[in-house]
């Protein structure tokens, strides 16, 4: 691991991207000459610019200045990128996003490192609120905008550092946090993950990466669950939402599908909590953050203020707005499990349709998990499929989402497929009705339909009144 006193000057290769901005910064923060580059200006890159970094648009071998003593670049970043063909010329030190975010975990005594194939970017931001209404002054780096700090960073004066932390292409191996979370373990990234057995050694490793006076917290239902706590060395707190040291209790729903509940502690009664988020899978998330930061230090009261002020990161069932008495609402679920969970928090909803409009991400994981996306809409009344979101991808699979589409059919579900926005939006304004909801999914840019929904919608009504 690179001591990251020996660096002066820094240059990151994409350093528009959320999180590569986001580490940017923090090492601004240390004092760095940091300059960057990426193929178009966005709103990060002018947030960089206004802080002063150096931001170059577009990528050459120019690029790379004569004092620059390290480069660090995003996975996306190909071998032959002239940024990188120049540094390794002129004998850079090159590393890549996942290594940097460990070097810099590893500077705070008290790191959170959230894993998990569904939950990472709402545990995290749920951790990191916690902290903060503590007034722990965390540094916190996510993979989503966390509403509460209207950012996907933020740079502390502490101790503490909360980290959102992937497994695909097992860039959390990276990291040797104090505390560490495993969330679950689904089939996913199967561009890279091969088997499941592969996964699961994975998320063993890193359970063995935590320090040993640290602890790991982790799910009870997830399967093989022995495999993945084999020979690690810290302390192991257990959750789950009927076994494990912390579990929820007496769960309630509100109308609009918030839980209540009480948190036990190897059965002995810790806390009741009211979240301000919806769904069962936020009870757990709950539970993890409740486990991860009693270990922390923090007191009962003072998470549960944390938990009960927490409003949630954007694209996470996040409400963008109504016309008409018709909801809009935009999620980040792009796997079945994920999607099967967020919609039956909007089932809870007092509701007249539920109809949701989904964007497949990545052709190789629509390929790999067709059958279970295909059972996945079972809480939604109709279902609009777009086209795949190739995101990294070619389509070299054979994969469309007519195929979905036919799958999702043989269910008995309403189902239909749209090869623009633009037919998918004027289908919606024309069947919609007051009460009903619409949910765009998916992790691309499906929430562009969901804002244009909603401004056409308005701009109708403001029209006709």
Known sequence: ?????NYKNVHFIGIGGVSMSGLAEILKSKGMHVRGSDNKASSLTE??????????????????????????YTAAVKEDNPEMVSARDKNIKIIDR????????????KSVAVSGTHGKTTTTTMISKILLEAEKDPTINVGGIFKAIGSNFRVGNSDFFVAESCEYFDSFLKFFPYVGIILNIDKDH????????????SFNHFAKNISKDGCLVINTGI???DSIIDNVECQIITYGITEGDYQAKNIIFSEDGK?????????SFIKSINLDVTGLHNVENSLASFAACTFLGLSPEEIAIGLENFEGAKRRFEFKGSFNGITIIDDYAHHPTEIAATLSAAKKFKHNKIYCIFQPHTYSRTKALLDRFAG??????????????????TDTLGIHSMNLVEEIRKTGK??????????????????SVPNDMLITMGAGDVYLLGESLLLTGLSTLSTEN
């Open 1 to 5: 691991m690179i001591d990251l006193n």
């Open 47 to 72: 947030h960089l610019k206004s802080i002063g970094i150096d931001i170059l648009i577009g990528q050459s071998y120019e690029n790379i200045a004569d004092n620059c003593d390290l480069v660090v």
């Open 98 to 109: 996942a290594e940097l975010l460990g070097v810099i975990m590893g500077c705070y005594k």
């Open 190 to 201: 199967t561009d890279y993950f091969k088997t499941m057995e592969q996964m699961e050694a």
């Open 223 to 225: 399967k093989n669950f």
């Open 259 to 267: 839980p209540a509940f009480d948190i036990y502690y190897k059965d």
């Open 376 to 393: 996945a809409f079972e809480d939604a009344d109709a279902v609009i499929v777009t086209d795949i979101y190739s995101a990294r991808e």
């Open 414 to 431: 309403e189902v239909y497929y749209f090869s623009s926005f633009k037919e998918a939006e004027d289908f919606l304004l024309e069947k």
